[in-house]
């Protein structure tokens, strides 16, 4: 799999100091399709610029998530670099740090012997999906296909010192609209790791159609064995 083919867009990110020399520092993102600049735009913090940039694709037109503002996230048209719409700027709001598109290919394993085939899906970012076919199997992809759901890393601002995941429907993020929710409950996520290293996909139908294997961050007394909460700490 050619970097291209999962990169298409992407973004390099400059910072930008404050005018009056008091404030913080700001961002100038320039965006990308492939080695052609094709727009720029603010970043109202310096800090995860690049994180907060997810190119998709839906209905064969290209979007990105995007957070001009530290407080929201909205949506991109690409490669126009269009703004269509998505959360205003909320002092209070859900800050995002990084964004996560996941994308995979149908995949059919062959037996070169027996001729039998296995199909199932293969996963951008997934250790398996490194071309490795065991000897005595050969294996075709399909196109590559999006995930309906966006996940976002973030927090509200100063509530404790952990990133919290949150998600967004894409089928409605193409249409300018941003419907953020935390449908996984109050999630801490591992400190170090990307959004796409917390996340592993499968399906098996027609048992289940697409899980997730998450990993999370928990405090605990050793002693007890108790959960600590972070707002407590």
């Known amino acids: 799999m050619s970097k291209e083919e999962r990169n298409r867009f992407w973004v390099s990110a400059a910072p930008v100091a404050s005018k009056n020399g008091s404030g913080w520092r700001t961002s100038l993102v320039s965006v990308f399709d492939g080695e052609a600049q094709?727009?720029?735009?603010e970043r109202n913090h310096a800090g995860w610029a690049e994180e907060t940039f997810a190119p998709f694709q839906w209905n064969d037109e290209w979007f990105a998530?995007?957070?001009?503002?530290?407080?929201a996230t909205r949506v991109m048209s690409l490669p126009d670099c269009r703004d269509l719409g998505g959360e205003p700027h909320a002092t209070k709001g859900f800050c995002p740090v990084e964004f996560y598109v996941p994308r995979y290919r149908e995949m059919v394993t062959k037996n070169v012997k027996t001729g039998q085939c296995f199909d199932s899906w293969s996963f951008a970012n997934d250790p398996s999906d490194l071309g490795d076919?065991?000897?005595g199997y050969e294996a075709t992809f399909g196109p590559w296909v999006t995930v309906p759901t966006g996940f976002i890393a973030g927090c509200i601002w100063g509530d404790d010192r952990s990133w919290k995941l949150e998600?967004?429907?894409?089928a409605l993020a193409a249409e300018g609209k941003i419907v953020r929710s935390a449908r996984f409950g109050h999630v801490q996520?591992?400190?170090?790791?990307?959004?796409a290293e917390s996340m592993q996909f499968d399906r098996n139908p027609p048992d289940w159609d697409l899980r997730m294997t998450l990993i999370r961050?928990?405090?605990?007394?050793?002693?007890?064995?108790?959960?600590?909460?972070?707002?407590?700490?």
């Open 65 to 71: 998530l995007y957070a001009p503002d530290y407080t």
């Open 217 to 233: 961050q928990e405090r605990r007394d050793v002693a007890s064995g108790a959960l600590i909460d972070p707002y407590d700490e």
């Open 38 to 41: 094709i727009g720029t735009y």
């Open 167 to 170: 998600c967004v429907d894409l």
């Open 133 to 135: 076919i065991t000897e």
């Open 189 to 195: 996520l591992a400190h170090g790791k990307s959004l």
